[in-house]
């Protein structure tokens, strides 16, 4: 679950992770796109404090 806003409702949603459209990554920050529970497109944007420099592709557990 996450927290974003809803700028159709004006209001903060609880959505879950199924509600996700998309996700990117651009330097230092994350971007989640989704798809409201009211059908209304969103997306919120959390940015890293501190992170200027994108972390170097770490390796992923298969
Ligand atoms: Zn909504």
Do not use: K
Not at 25 to 31: C, I, L, S, T
């Amino acid at each position: 679950m996450f927290r974003a806003v809803c700028a159709a409702e004006g209001a903060e949603v609880l959505l879950t992770t199924r509600r996700i459209t998309a996700i990117h990554r651009p330097p230092g920050a994350v971007v989640v796109e989704f798809r409201c529970w009211c059908g209304h497109p969103g997306r919120t944007v959390d940015r890293m404090p501190g992170a200027e420099v994108p972390p170097v592709s770490l390796p992923r557990s298969a």
